[in-house]
């Protein structure tokens, strides 16, 4: 039964806003002049006679009929028509299907159907009953439908809580593909934020292709442009991969716009295909709070790219563990040219970051096979394959002010890698390639790390200015003869860092590491702290800060001249439960000056009268030793050999340091005299030398003697702890390389 709402029909608009008096209402069958039955009642139990009159002002009452099409007609006392209208369709408010299954296979529904129930009309609602699901019906010249019947009839879901897959034909089974179901979904979902925030509610299994997305940078494809905010609340869904595509859910930001992503929950599952199972290009104040990302040895679980513009402000884990179970990089962080060159690869083009040329309005000259750059006339990255230059990638939109580095006020919390015994990857947890994390945060990272050379974070970023990482545990297996893994590990693009991040609390479980194993508790390797010191002379530079070591640590640090002379080598360790920082070994390197030799020996001998030239110190030091060797043993007397030590005034006699070594008849061949680095100090083009006398009863005369004298040489630095701050100072203008890796002591 329904109701004849005379009011709503468009041809009696007109009379309703002025009706006539003592006016009668004809009711007919379609393209009929027989009469139908009428009832005064919703369940059609009281008859009323048809034609109806109408009341003292011209109206006319309620009338129930069979849901059908009809033909209305309104005629005067006189007996004049005033409306005639052919067609009047008449529905129940809803029509109750079983299942949208059901729904989307119904060919009885039509749009062009005869007279009665099959003829559907734009606005009527569909109603699934097992689901509650509702939809309204649009027109046959719609070309967005949310769903389209089997018969053809154009279907828009209604209602904001109803962005559900299952509402779009999604079985959620896990075995039937449901990709068709997921994109008709986020294409209404889109749409849908034009009005507002949107939630999209996920709770079944589902096999999907790689997703058409969510884009708040253009309408591609079938794709709305994103207006406002969108969250996938999947708390206990599974979405797996099917393998067609590189991954699963494709999402993309907007560097003018201040739209964001929100993913609650959710296993995201790949395949041995995938790729990457959740990509995010340019994505701002997003979060991805998933529960587990499942993957492959070469797949990332969520990879954000820098694709036009930056990323910044996003959250990645929160109070609830992020795991990550067979993945080659739980999360991957990647520069814009690192993001373009891994688009290409995945398209066969073999190229990296390295081979990126630039911005150029026309193909550069002169390039090498593999060669990429964006061509900011065309908008498109292009590439050479030996011979001419191809278009790899069409991207408009890129902005060529800013370098497509910045991760800003990036947080990543409370991530566990799990049992990934058959990965020896780099970066685990973190790979970071190209990109610049800085005021950013990394708290609470948990793995196991197989002992092959792995890590759990691989920095190859080059600023992370305010930027900490703490509490990172490396569960690792120590196996014996296995090569060693790492909780932190750089790269390349490391050794350019102004700032690199702090870390703190950095730690593993496997123990101190065994004799076989050396390094097994090794936890970081790699260049660290300002790589390259611009040093100026007599300034101090902080090498590393206090926040840097924990508690029970050492730090093993190496440094290099832009000459690579090796200029100092230290171990530093900060004491357990004491902030202080101590120096065990300063020593950089040791020299020897002569040997100085002399035939004839019998009486006193200067060094004027000995064979060799005087040493010229190249930088500061101490003298620690001297050598004093005879070919023939002491049988009387004494012969010395005296450490001379002149200020740079090449000719002049220098001055004694009281350092000496006598051959007498206790040590008649050999004698070394040795004190400690500190005592006597020179500075660079300080002569050292030795004189040789022997008393008058020396004996054997005309022996052979050779002189010998050891310094140390301090590499030009000096070492302070300033307050926790572990700071190196040079002596001269050079450019320090500076090389560490951290143990627990």
């Not at 608009?13 to 008096?21: E, G």
């Not at 028509?81 to 119904?106: C, E």
């Not at 569909?126 to 070309?143: C, K, N, P, W």
């Not at 990089?329 to 690869?345: D, S």
């Amino acid at each position: 039964m329904a109701l004849l709402e005379l009011t709503q029909v468009k041809q009696l608009i007109t009379y309703f806003q002025s009706p006539a008096l003592d006016t009668r209402l004809f009711v007919y069958a379609i393209d009929s002049d027989a009469l139908i039955p009428i009832f005064r009642d919703e369940d059609l139990t009281d008859m009323q006679a048809n034609p109806v009159k109408s009341n003292g002002i011209g109206m006319f009452p309620a009338i129930y009929v069979f849901e059908g099409d009809y033909r209305v007609e309104i005629v005067s006392n006189q007996g004049a028509s005033l409306r005639n209208v052919d067609v009047v369709a008449v529905r129940n408010p809803t029509r109750d299907l079983g299942t949208v299954s059901q729904m989307l296979a119904d060919t009885t529904l039509s749009y062009t159907a005869g007279a009665g129930g099959n003829r559907i009309i734009p606005g009527e609602i569909l109603q699934v009953i097992d689901t509650g699901f509702r939809y309204r019906v649009s027109d046959a010249f719609d070309t967005a439908p949310d769903l389209t019947t089997a018969g053809g009839v154009h279907l828009n879901v209604i209602g904001r809580e109803q962005f559900t897959p299952e509402a779009f034909g999604a079985v959620g089974d896990g075995e039937t593909n449901d990709t068709d179901a997921w994109n008709a979904m986020l294409r209404s979902a889109a749409r849908a934020t034009q009005s507002g925030p949107v939630r999209v509610f996920a709770r079944g299994r589902y096999l999907l292709d790689q997703l058409e997305g969510l884009s708040q940078f253009d309408a591609s494809s079938d794709r709305p442009q994103l207006q406002d905010s969108i969250t996938l609340d999947m708390q206990g869904a599974l979405v797996t991969h099917s393998g067609v595509g590189h991954g699963i859910l494709p999402i993309e930001g907007l560097s003018t716009g201040r739209s964001r992503f929100e993913i609650s929950g959710g296993i995201w599952q790949g395949h041995a295909n995938s790729k990457w199972l959740i990509r995010a290009r340019d994505v701002r104040a997003s979060s991805f709070l998933v529960e587990a990302l499942l993957g492959n040895s070469q797949c990332f679980g969520l990879l954000l790219e820098n694709w036009r513009a930056w990323t910044e402000n996003n959250q990645i884990g929160g109070a609830r563990t992020l795991e990550g179970r067979g993945v080659g990089h739980l999360f991957g962080f990647k520069g814009r040219k690192e993001a373009w060159a891994h688009e290409l690869t995945l398209q066969g083009i073999d190229t990296h970051a390295d081979d990126y040329l630039g911005e150029f309005l026309d193909d550069p000259s002169n390039p090498a096979a593999n060669n990429y750059y964006y061509n900011t006339s065309t908008q498109t990255v292009r590439w050479y394959d030996g011979f001419v230059w191809v278009t790899g990638l069409e991207i408009d939109g890129v902005n060529a002010g800013v370098g497509g580095k910045s991760f800003a006020r990036t947080k990543v919390n409370n991530i566990l890698i799990a049992s990934p015994y058959d990965i020896s990857q780099d970066g685990l947890v973190m790979h970071i390639d190209g990109a610049s994390l800085y005021d950013s945060e990394v708290d609470g990272i948990r793995g196991n790390v197989e002992n092959n050379n792995g890590s759990l974070i691989y920095w190859n970023g080059n600023f992370a200015l305010n930027t900490v990482v703490r509490n990172v545990v490396c569960e690792k297996a120590n196996i014996e003869t296995n090569p060693p893994s790492y909780a932190f590990r750089i790269g390349p693009s490391f050794l350019l860092a102004t700032e690199p991040p702090e870390l703190f609390n950095i730690s593993w479980t496997g123990g101190y590491g065994e004799p076989v194993d050396p390094d097994a508790g090794l936890l970081y390797q790699g260049q660290y702290r300002k790589t390259f010191v611009e040093a100026v002379a007599n300034t101090p530079a902080i090498v590393l800060k206090g926040g840097q070591l924990h508690a029970n640590t050492t730090c093993e640090i190496v440094l290099k001249s832009n000459s690579n002379l090796v200029m100092g080598r230290a171990l530093v360790g900060r004491k357990f439960a004491s902030g202080s920082l101590r120096i065990e070994d300063a020593l950089a390197q040791k020299a020897t000056a002569g040997p100085w030799e002399k035939s004839g020996v019998g009486a006193a001998y200067p060094i004027t009268d000995m064979d060799g030239s005087r040493w010229i110190a190249p930088s500061h030091g101490w003298i620690t030793a001297i050598t004093l060797i005879s070919d023939a043993p002491s049988t009387a007397g004494t012969c010395t050999a005296a450490v001379r030590h002149n200020t740079g005034l090449a000719g002049n006699n220098g001055a004694s340091v009281g350092l000496s070594a006598v051959l007498n008849t206790a040590n008649t061949s050999r004698v070394v005299k040795r004190q400690a680095a500190g005592i006597d100090g020179f500075a660079p083009g300080d002569e050292i030398y030795a004189v040789v006398t022997s008393n008058s009863s020396w004996a054997p005369e005309n022996t052979n003697v050779r002189a010998l004298i050891e310094v140390q040489l301090d590499g030009d630095l000096s070492w302070q702890d300033n307050g926790g701050d572990l700071m190196v100072t040079s002596r001269s203008d050079e450019t320090l390389r500076i090389l560490t890796k951290v143990w627990k002591t």
